[in-house]
Nanobody, 115 residues
Framework: QVQPVESGGGLVQPGGSLRLSCAAS????????MVWYRQAPGKERQLVAGITRDGTTNYLDSVKSRFTISKDNAKDTVYQQMNSLEPDDTAVYYCNFRTMLYDNWGQGTQVTVSS
């Protein structure tokens, strides 16, 4: 198992944007899907977006028009562009690189949306 390293979180005002990235320090063979999750305090972890090996994407309904997931296969990196951020988007965001055998979780990065 490899722990991907996340970056790009921080404090942003409502309506602002952030770009998250998550990259593996070592090559992970056989990634089937790259997924972003988030978890707000006291709430269940929530799937936000995913992108498959062939580039198919899927989004949580509440973020569909605002978030964009993308990837760079050569760098084993997944990105999440987040626009028009809302206070309800405040959470710790985690990436997960899924293979047939393993889930490879990032450490999480805090996103706070507040005036």
């Amino acid at each position: 198992q490899v722990q991907p390293v996340e970056s790009g979180g921080g404090l942003v005002q409502p309506g602002g944007s952030l770009r998250l990235s998550c990259a593996a320090s070592n090559y992970i063979f056989g990634i089937n899907i790259m997924v972003w999750y988030r978890q707000a305090p006291g709430k269940e972890r929530q799937l936000v977006a995913g992108i498959t090996r062939d580039g198919t994407t899927n989004y949580l309904d509440s973020v569909k028009s605002r978030f964009t997931i993308s990837k760079d296969n050569a760098k084993d990196t997944v990105y999440q562009q987040m626009n028009s951020l809302e206070p309800d988007d405040t959470a710790v965001y985690y990436c997960n690189f899924r293979t047939m055998l393993y889930d490879n979780w990032g450490q999480g990065t805090q996103v706070t949306v507040s005036s």
